[in-house]
């Protein structure tokens, strides 16, 4: 059986295009000095990704500073203070609502590399799911969580929708904090399904997945079979391995296996991976084995981050 491989989320940016954008900021260079400098980089990636034969290819989403930034674009949201990213060294900017959620103006296709990767029949989109930025965000205008979800569903499907009909990727990819780490509800998977289900109708033939990080509630995780996604990527590398693996028997679905960390600079030994590979898929027996980052790697310097690329590329070679 052949081991497929595929990112998502934030990259890391090099030392000189972080360089470049506290430049751009402070009004030391140029609009189309900083744009030339970003479509260099953007295009690095998407060559380096295509050269380690990955799945599925995307930008690295070298405009986000966090999940949840750009959201704060639409009417309604506000940028707040600054919050840690869970139990990381990282730091977030909690959106504030303040207001009904509604989309005035195309945000999204601001943020994603859409000339390098509309013409990619391998393309990838990342975004955080719907319920994700809700928990993620503090609320101080809707008296009804539904409604909150809906408002910002309505917003977010109108806004990928421009950036689908430009790209046609080939899989959107949620990732979703909230269901790895936190204790959720029935009824809160149910409102994701509708969410993810108008997604589908966008464009039918796209595949959609859902990478869970951080994951520490283990036991509610057979749950997530309910989600009407291809496939779930399970983050293995934050919380009790074996709980995970043991909790997602039986789930119906694609299973994505978050064995690159994240969190770590230290470079993952491709025969330990290989091993626990075939130790986990004794277990889970899987028909496809897919590989990806157990979250962000932006975490990670940039010269880490394409070296645990580069093991992703020495798996997509090996025969399990």
Same mark, same amino acid.
């Given at each position: 059986m052949k081991i497929t491989t595929y990112l998502f989320g934030i990259f890391p940016k090099s030392d000189e295009l972080r360089k470049n954008f506290r430049e751009f900021i402070k009004g030391k260079i140029s609009k189309e000095e900083f744009e030339q400098n970003l479509k260099k980089e953007y295009d690095f990636l998407i060559e380096f990704f295509e050269s380690c034969k990955l799945s599925y290819i995307y930008d690295g989403m070298l405009k986000w500073f966090d999940l949840l930034r750009p959201f704060t674009n639409y009417k309604g949201i506000e940028l707040g203070t600054l919050i840690r990213w869970f139990e990381t060294n990282s730091f977030y900017r909690m959106p504030i609502i303040k207001s009904k959620i509604e989309l005035e103006k195309p945000v999204l296709i601001n943020y994603f590399y859409v000339e390098g990767l509309k013409n990619n029949d391998k393309s990838l989109l990342t975004i955080i799911d719907p319920l994700s930025f809700i928990k993620l965000s503090e609320n101080e205008y809707y008296k009804n969580e539904k409604e909150l979800f809906y408002d910002l569903s309505n917003a977010l499907l109108k806004d990928i929708k421009i950036v689908i009909n430009e790209v046609n990727p080939a899989l959107i990819s949620l990732i979703s904090p909230y269901l790895g780490y936190y204790d959720f509800k029935e009824e809160e998977i149910e409102l994701l399904n509708e969410f993810i289900n108008k997604l589908k109708e966008i464009k039918k033939e796209i595949k959609i997945s859902i990478n869970l990080c951080f994951i520490k509630n283990f036991n509610k995780l057979k749950k997530l079979r309910k989600l009407n996604v291809d496939m779930i990527g399970v983050d293995l590398c934050y919380g009790d391995r074996e709980e995970i693996i043991k909790n997602i028997q039986g789930?119906?679905?694609?299973?994505? &296996?978050? *064995?690159?960390?994240?969190? %770590?600079?230290?470079?993952? #030994?491709?025969?330990? +991976?290989?091993?626990? !590979?075939?130790?986990?898929?004794?277990? &889970?027996? *899987?028909?496809?084995?897919? %590989?990806?980052?157990?979250? #962000?790697?932006?975490? +990670?310097?940039?010269? !880490?981050?394409?070296?645990k690329v580069k093991v992703l590329r020495s798996l997509n070679e090996i025969q399990v």
């Amino acid at each position: 059986m052949k081991i497929t491989t595929y990112l998502f989320g934030i990259f890391p940016k090099s030392d000189e295009l972080r360089k470049n954008f506290r430049e751009f900021i402070k009004g030391k260079i140029s609009k189309e000095e900083f744009e030339q400098n970003l479509k260099k980089e953007y295009d690095f990636l998407i060559e380096f990704f295509e050269s380690c034969k990955l799945s599925y290819i995307y930008d690295g989403m070298l405009k986000w500073f966090d999940l949840l930034r750009p959201f704060t674009n639409y009417k309604g949201i506000e940028l707040g203070t600054l919050i840690r990213w869970f139990e990381t060294n990282s730091f977030y900017r909690m959106p504030i609502i303040k207001s009904k959620i509604e989309l005035e103006k195309p945000v999204l296709i601001n943020y994603f590399y859409v000339e390098g990767l509309k013409n990619n029949d391998k393309s990838l989109l990342t975004i955080i799911d719907p319920l994700s930025f809700i928990k993620l965000s503090e609320n101080e205008y809707y008296k009804n969580e539904k409604e909150l979800f809906y408002d910002l569903s309505n917003a977010l499907l109108k806004d990928i929708k421009i950036v689908i009909n430009e790209v046609n990727p080939a899989l959107i990819s949620l990732i979703s904090p909230y269901l790895g780490y936190y204790d959720f509800k029935e009824e809160e998977i149910e409102l994701l399904n509708e969410f993810i289900n108008k997604l589908k109708e966008i464009k039918k033939e796209i595949k959609i997945s859902i990478n869970l990080c951080f994951i520490k509630n283990f036991n509610k995780l057979k749950k997530l079979r309910k989600l009407n996604v291809d496939m779930i990527g399970v983050d293995l590398c934050y919380g009790d391995r074996e709980e995970i693996i043991k909790n997602i028997q039986g789930i119906n679905k694609q299973i994505a &296996l978050g *064995l690159i960390d994240s969190n %770590i600079s230290l470079i993952e #030994d491709v025969n330990y +991976l290989l091993n626990e !590979i075939k130790r986990i898929n004794e277990i &889970l027996k *899987l028909n496809n084995i897919i %590989i990806t980052n157990s979250s #962000d790697l932006d975490l +990670l310097p940039f010269n !880490i981050a394409l070296e645990k690329v580069k093991v992703l590329r020495s798996l997509n070679e090996i025969q399990v």
